[in-house]
């Protein structure tokens, strides 16, 4: 089996643009919480990071339920 390494790379704008703009801020469309579990959902977030979000909840959930 072959090593496997990572090598670090750095990608360089050769034509960088002449006012820099700052990153758009995500708004906050939900936050969810349950139980001592907190999640920020922001506007723009992946369909499946949001269906894995509400997998875990769901879990968590479950598992609160199953307690009382």
Known sequence: MKKKEIIP???????PSMS??????SKLAARVKLGQVEAYIYNGT???????????????????HSRT
């Open 9 to 15: 790379i750095q990608i360089v704008d050769r034509n």
């Open 20 to 25: 820099p703009t700052a990153p758009a801020k």
């Open 46 to 64: 992946d369909k499946y990071i949001l269906a894995t979000i509400r997998k875990e909840l769901n879990i968590h959930a479950s598992r609160l």
